[in-house]
C-alpha cells in the first residue's frame, strides 16, 4: 500500500531502518517466536483474524507482531505505558506494513489513549476478533464502553470525565463520551459482541481480569498468559533481574554496589530484582505483606523489614508489588539526599507521585526525560524514575530478547487458540483459563537448543513409576516449579 495511506500514528519514521536492523538481531534470540512461524505460519493459522494489541511497542513487540502477521493476521497496536515505546521498533514495523501502529514514547495520557481507541478502532466492522492486552487498558476501555451505551441507552446521559478524580478515568470517559456524542451509541457494545477473547500478559492484568469474572462482568473469553510458567517464573523473575539494573543504571549511573537497596514486594517480580541487586553487591532489604515471601526472602539471606526503619537509610527504593500507595510522599521526606525510587509493577500508583507533586514546597527539576529529582523545603531531594510508572521500560528497554521470546509464545499460542476456537465452546465467556502445560513444556522446549541445553530422556518404566505420560506434561497441574 501507498505508504502515505497506510494508517499510523508513530514519531520519527525515519529510523526505520534502524529498528529493521535490531529487529533482525531480535529474531535470533527469539527461538520461541520463530519456531511458531516456522510452524504454523505454513498453514496461515491466523489468516482473516484482525488482532488489536496493547502492550509495550519494543523492538520484541515488533518480533511478536511480525509474528502474528506472519500467520496471516492483520494487526493494529499501541503501547500500554505513556514511556515504553521504542519509536525505531514502531517505525520498523509501520514502513513494512505489518501492522498498524499508534505510538510514540513519551505519550501524553490524552494521547495515550487516542492511541489505544484508534488500536481497537478497525476501519469498515465492528472491531478486532482478538485481543492481546497487557494491564488491562483496553479491556477497561471496552467494558466501560459498553456500561456507558447501555446507561445512555436507558437515560440519554452522557459521562462527564470531570466526575472522576483519576485522571486516567477522565480520558477513558472522555473517549467513551466523545464516540457517544458523535452518535456511535453502541460502538463498545458491538465491539464486544464482536470479539473473540483477549490474551492477557501481566499480573495485574489477570487480577483485574479475575476480578471481573468473579463479578460476573467479563465480557470476553480470556487467556491469562501471565500464569504459564514459561512466562511467570522467566519474564517476570529472569526478566526483571536483567532489566531492572540495567533502567536504573542507564537512569542514574549510580553505583548500586554497597548501597542499600529496598524492593517493596517478593513476587516473582521481587525476587528477580532483589537477586540483580544482591549480585550487583548492594544490602538488599524487603517488604513484604504475605509472610511465605517473607519467609521466602529472609532464607534468601535479605534483611525483611518494615519499610518506616529503613526509610531514611536506604538509597535506591524499587516498587514490585502490584498494589497501591506503597511509597508516600511522608516517606520521601524522610528520605537521603538523593535517594532513588523507582517503580517496576505495572501501574503508577505504587508511589505516591500526586502526594509529592503536591507537596507544601516540593520543587521538580528534570534532570533528563524520565528522571527527576523533586526537592523538598528542606534542601534534600529525590530522584525519581519514570514518574512512577515502570522503570525499566521507561528508564531503559524492558527485558531482553531471549526471554520476552518465552512471553511472547504463550501469547502467540494463545492467540491461535482463540482463534482457532473461536466456534467451539473450549472457551466461555465471562471465564479465565491458562494454557494447557503441554504448550508451556513445548514454549520451555523451543528455547533449549539455543542454550546448547540437553534433555534427558524419561523412558517408559521411569515414567510408569513416578506418574507421568513418557512425552509429558511432566509435571500435575498444581506443581509450583
Ligand atoms: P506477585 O503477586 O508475584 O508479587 C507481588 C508481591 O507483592 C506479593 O508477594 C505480595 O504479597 C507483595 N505485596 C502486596 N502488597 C504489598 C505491600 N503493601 N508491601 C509489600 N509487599 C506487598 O506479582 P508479580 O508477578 O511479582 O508482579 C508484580 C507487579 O509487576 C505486577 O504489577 C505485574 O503486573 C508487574 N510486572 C512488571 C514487569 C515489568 O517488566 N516491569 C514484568 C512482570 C510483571
Ligand atoms: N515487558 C517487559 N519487557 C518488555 C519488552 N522488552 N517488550 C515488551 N514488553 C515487555
Redesign the pocket.
Known amino acids: 500500500m501507498d505508504p502515505a495511506k497506510f494508517e499510523s500514528d508513530i514519531k520519527y519514521a525515519d529510523q526505520a531502518e534502524f529498528g529493521r536492523k535490531e529487529l533482525a538481531i531480535a529474531e535470533i534470540e527469539m527461538p520461541g517466536l520463530m519456531g511458531i512461524r516456522e510452524e504454523y505460519g505454513p498453514k496461515q493459522v491466523l489468516k482473516g483474524a484482525k488482532v488489536s494489541g496493547s502492550l509495550h511497542m519494543t523492538i520484541q513487540t515488533g518480533v511478536l507482531i511480525e509474528t502474528l502477521h506472519a500467520l496471516g493476521a492483520s494487526v493494529r497496536w499501541c503501547s500500554c505505558n505513556i514511556y515504553s515505546t521504542q519509536d525505531h521498533a514502531a517505525a520498523a514495523i509501520v514502513a513494512a506494513q505489518t501492522s498498524n501502529v499508534f505510538a510514540w514514547k513519551g505519550e501524553t495520557l490524552e494521547e495515550y489513549w487516542d492511541c489505544t481507541n484508534k488500536m481497537l478502532t478497525w476501519p469498515d466492522c465492528d472491531g478486532p476478533d482478538i485481543l492481546v492486552d497487557d494491564?488491562g487498558d483496553a479491556t477497561l476501555l471496552i467494558h466501560e464502553g459498553v456500561k456507558a451505551e447501555r446507561h445512555f441507552a436507558k437515560t440519554g446521559e452522557l459521562p462527564d470525565p470531570a466526575n472522576f478524580d483519576n485522571l486516567e478515568f477522565k480520558q477513558v470517559m472522555r473517549i467513551i463520551r466523545d464516540s457517544l456524542k458523535a452518535g456511535l451509541t453502541q460502538k463498545w457494545t458491538k465491539m464486544a459482541n464482536n470479539l473473540i477473547g483477549v490474551s492477557e500478559e501481566?499480573?495485574?492484568g489477570v487480577h483485574r481480569l479475575n476480578q471481573m469474572s468473579a463479578k460476573g462482568e467479563l465480557l470476553l473469553r480470556a487467556i491469562n498468559v501471565n500464569d504459564s510458567v514459561t512466562k511467570?517464573k522467566f519474564?517476570?523473575i529472569y526478566?526483571?533481574k536483567h532489566?531492572l539494573p540495567d533502567g536504573l543504571m542507564r537512569a542514574t549511573d549510580v553505583m548500586i554496589a554497597g548501597k542499600e537497596v529496598v524492593i517493596?514486594?517478593?513476587?516473582?517480580?521481587?525476587k528477580g530484582c532483589a537477586m540483580a541487586m544482591k549480585n550487583s553487591g548492594a544490602r538488599v532489604v524487603v517488604?513484604?505483606?504475605?509472610p511465605i515471601?517473607a519467609l521466602q526472602a529472609a532464607m534468601e539471606g535479605y534483611s525483611v523489614k518494615k519499610l518506616e526503619n529503613v526509610v531514611s537509610t536506604a538509597d535506591i527504593f524499587v516498587t514490585?508489588?502490584?498494589?497501591k500507595g506503597?511509597i508516600m510522599a511522608h516517606h520521601m521526606a524522610q528520605m537521603k539526599n538523593n535517594a532513588i525510587v523507582g517503580n517496576?509493577?505495572?501501574f503508577d500508583n505504587e508511589i505516591d507521585m500526586d502526594g509529592v507533586e503536591k507537596y507544601p514546597g516540593i520543587k521538580r527539576t528534570e534532570i533528563k526525560a524520565q528522571v527527576d529529582r523533586y526537592e523538598f523545603p528542606d534542601g534534600h531531594g529525590v530522584i525519581i524514575l519514570a514518574q512512577g510508572r515502570?522503570l525499566?521500560?521507561g528508564c531503559a528497554t524492558?527485558?531482553p530478547s531471549f526471554v520476552m521470546s518465552c512471553s511472547f509464545a504463550n501469547q502467540a499460542l494463545a492467540q491461535i487458540d482463540l482463534w482457532e476456537n473461536k466456534d467451539t465452546d473450549k472457551y466461555a465467556k465471562g471465564k479465565v483459563y491458562k494454557l494447557p502445560k503441554e504448550l508451556d513444556e513445548k514454549v520451555a522446549k523451543l528455547h533449549l537448543g539455543a542454550l546448547n541445553a540437553e534433555l534427558t530422556d524419561l523412558s517408559q518404566e521411569q515414567a510408569d513409576y513416578i506418574d507421568v505420560p513418557q512425552a509429558g506434561p511432566f509435571k500435575h497441574e498444581l506443581y509450583r516449579y
Open positions: 494491564g501481566t499480573t495485574t511467570q519474564d517476570n526478566g526483571c532489566s517493596c514486594g517478593f513476587g516473582d517480580v521481587g517488604t513484604e505483606v504475605d515471601c514490585a508489588t502490584g498494589n506503597i517496576i509493577g505495572h515502570l525499566n521500560l524492558g527485558h
